[in-house]
């Protein structure tokens, strides 16, 4: 029992569970209206989890994020470990990367989106946009902590 009671899974149970029925019970009590008891958001969850269109939804909505994120890595990575591997590559590729990261690309969004269109490819490129420079600035870090001697 007391191995039972030390167990990292028990209290984070018991934690759950208190924090559901304090949340039922001031539902029932004063949520009326505004706020949904805990069984009730539990049965909408379920509800939502067994239709298909939310699945299909989910998959729209990340396709975008997979696909600017792997051409980011593919762009990335190799970009990265020239610019961190090589001194002049660096400082032919670096003032560009510097812009790129000092560019409010929230402010570029606009533009993208009317020049390129509310598809599927604007949606990549600013997914691409805002992951590229994160990818090469760490693969250029992680390529310099190597030791030369290896």
Same mark, same amino acid.
């Not at 990367?97 to 269109?117: F, H, Q, R």
């Given at each position: ?52 269109? +939310?699945?299909? &939804?989910?998959?729209?909505?990340? !396709?975008? *994020?997979?696909? #600017?994120?792997? =051409?980011?890595?593919? %762009?990335? /990575? ?24 000092? +560019?409010?690309? &929230?402010?570029?969004?606009?533009? !993208?989106? *009317?020049?390129? #269109?509310?598809? =599927?490819?604007?949606? %990549?490129? /600013? ?24």
């Amino acid at each position: 029992m007391q191995a039972l009671l030390d167990s990292r899974y028990f209290l984070r149970l018991l934690a759950f569970l208190l924090f559901a029925g304090a949340w039922q019970a001031y539902a029932v009590l004063f949520g009326g209206f505004f706020i949904p008891s805990f069984t009730e958001t539990a049965a909408a969850v379920v509800e939502l989890v067994m239709d298909p269109d +939310t699945w299909e &939804a989910f998959f729209v909505s990340n !396709l975008a *994020m997979v696909l #600017g994120f792997v =051409l980011a890595v593919v %762009v990335g /990575v190799p970009l990265g470990l020239l610019m961190g591997r090589f001194r002049t590559a660096e400082r032919i590729t670096n003032p560009y990367l510097n812009i790129l990261l000092v +560019t409010p690309l &929230a402010g570029i969004i606009p533009l !993208l989106m *009317m020049s390129v #269109g509310i598809g =599927l490819v604007a949606r %990549v490129i /600013v997914v691409w946009s805002f992951a590229v420079v994160m990818v090469v600035v760490n693969s250029r870090a992680g390529v310099r902590q190597v030791d030369p001697n290896l």
